[in-house]
């Protein structure tokens, strides 16, 4: 089974910025859609920003003018930039990798957390 393995959470103080990064623990192939998914406490897991293999980005509202997804092919690696961080961005971040397929997988979340 293949892992997605995230990093680059932590605590950032309001305005802050953060980058995210997940890729695969063994090569995938395939790979059609990368993204980020976001849950916070009480609240259900809502779309953050998705890329497709030919560079297509779709965002949440909330976070248009401020996070950045990318995307690396060659190593099957996902980013998310996020900059002017708010409170309300404290969230714990899933990857997310759906293949042409349409098989998802998903990482285990890394947390985000405004330090004020």
């Known amino acids: 089974q293949v892992q997605l393995v995230e990093s680059g959470g932590g605590l950032v103080q309001p305005g802050g910025s953060l980058r995210l990064s997940c890729a695969p623990s063994?090569?995938?192939?395939?790979?059609?859609?990368m993204g980020w998914y976001r849950q916070a406490p009480g609240k259900q897991r809502e779309l953050v920003a998705t890329?497709?293999?030919?560079?297509?980005?779709n965002y949440a509202d909330s976070v248009k003018g401020r996070f950045t997804i990318s995307r690396d092919n060659a190593k099957n690696t996902v980013y998310l930039q996020m900059n002017s961080l708010k409170p309300e961005d404290t969230a714990v971040y899933y990857c997310?990798?759906?293949?042409?397929?349409?098989?998802?997988?998903w990482g285990q979340g890394t947390q985000v957390t405004d330090s004020s």
């Open positions: 997310t990798v759906v293949t042409t397929s349409g098989a998802r997988f």
């Open positions: 063994r090569s995938m192939f395939s790979i059609y859609v």
């Open positions: 890329i497709t293999s030919g560079g297509s980005t």
